[in-house]
């Protein structure tokens, strides 16, 4: 219990020897107040260590960054609260409230993020799955329309060559039976020179008409393969979804511009809650020093008189012996008679009444304690 009340009394910045022989109604308040600074310093260093861990989550000194990073955080935090206690300049207050309510701002960010981290997920899922659909989409159309062109292509001219191969091949046949089909027949009956003309340009034909119908196939291969890789890269796009810690921050921010006005209200009441929670739990070591400062006050006045009370007796020591000095000079021609017995004997007198005054000051404290 001891070690406790101390380490309240260290958050508070107050001197655990002294406060002690204070009563009770005015140690409570340095320890309500170092409750309040180590509150507000967990809350926040929890934030901090998920933002660090959300930040570094690749880095193999995750563990390390996030355990350095959030002893600094707290370690600031709490330097900054504990001079709150024994701040007299409402100015400085204010400052240091300031600048709390400027990190409760901060590491509330997050706070947030954390608690929404499922929502913001499938969010992010379902805005990555819209985009990586329509790129699919866009895609498999840009290449089914190019396919289709070619196809059309190839197939206009295919049934242009099957035509003249067509003709062709009457032709050849007319001349292999002796039919006189047009003016260049010869009507003779057999494989003449005619006809192996006609065999030529058939055979010509036949294997472009061939080429053209491998490359039709071949092209309908390749399409069906692009395809099935836009299928598989859709199929795969949680695997692709960035999920650092900013992306995340810009999904939440969309989610509080969402077009369901139900939703859109919910997001915005969660967001200005968890604020507010960080707000108040940041702010109040301020505002318990605000309103405990009649309490508080004691304490410090003790302090700002104990320091002066130092002073005033470091100069009247010095006075005294100045005086003393001059007084010697006074009696004596010589100073060099003056004796190392005399110089401590007023030095212990001295000592005795600067003693005396101390107690008296004491004694006038506890008075105003009481």
């Given at each position: 219990m001891k070690f406790i009340n101390n380490l309240l009394y260290f958050f508070a910045n107050v001197d655990p020897k002294v406060i002690k022989d204070f009563p009770r109604s005015i140690k409570v308040t340095p320890q309500i107040i170092g409750i309040s600074i180590l509150l507000a310093g967990i809350f926040s260093t929890i934030s901090v260590g998920y933002f660090l861990s959300e930040v570094f989550h690749r880095s193999s000194w995750r563990t390390l960054i996030i355990i350095v990073g959030s002893i600094l955080y707290f370690g600031m935090i709490v330097t900054t609260d504990r001079g709150l206690f024994l701040s007299q300049n409402k100015v400085t207050v204010i400052v240091r409230g300031l600048i709390v309510l400027i990190l409760a701002m901060?590491?509330?960010?997050?706070?947030?993020?954390s608690l929404m981290d499922t929502r913001i997920e499938a969010e992010m899922i379902n805005a990555h799955r819209t985009k990586k659909a329509n790129d699919y989409n866009e895609k498999v159309g840009r290449l089914k329309?190019?396919?289709?062109?070619?196809?059309?292509?190839?197939?206009?001219?295919?049934?242009?060559?099957?035509?003249?191969?067509?003709?062709?091949?009457r032709l050849r046949?007319?001349?292999e039976d002796g039919y006189k089909l047009n003016s260049k027949s010869t009507g003779n009956k057999g494989k003449g020179w005619e006809w192996d003309k006609y065999n030529k340009q058939v055979i010509i034909l036949e294997k472009r008409i061939q080429e053209l119908e491998d490359e039709k196939e071949e092209r309908t291969n390749v399409?069906?393969?692009?395809?099935?890789?836009?299928?598989?890269?859709f199929e795969n796009t949680v695997a692709t979804l960035d999920q650092s810690f900013i992306s995340k921050f810009v999904t939440f921010k969309k989610m509080l511009r969402a077009d369901d006005d139900d939703e859109r209200n919910a997001y915005k009441e969660f967001n200005v809650g968890i604020l507010l929670i960080f707000i108040m739990i940041e702010l109040l070591p301020v505002f318990l020093k605000v309103f405990l400062s009649n309490k508080s006050n004691v304490y410090e006045e003790y302090k700002q008189n104990t320091i002066a009370l130092e002073r005033e007796c470091f100069l009247t020591k010095s006075k005294c012996m100045r005086i003393l000095v001059n007084y010697q000079k006074s009696r004596i021609a010589d100073p060099g008679k003056i004796t190392g017995e005399d110089i401590e004997q007023v030095i212990i007198e001295l000592d005795q009444l600067v003693h005396k005054a101390r107690q008296n000051h004491k004694l006038k404290l506890t008075t105003t304690q009481n």
């Open positions: 901060m590491t509330s960010i997050p706070f947030k993020l329309a190019e396919y289709e062109a070619k196809q059309k292509e190839i197939d206009r001219l295919l049934r242009k060559l099957k035509r003249e191969n067509l003709r062709l091949k046949a007319a001349e399409y069906n393969v692009e395809k099935s890789l836009a299928e598989t890269e």
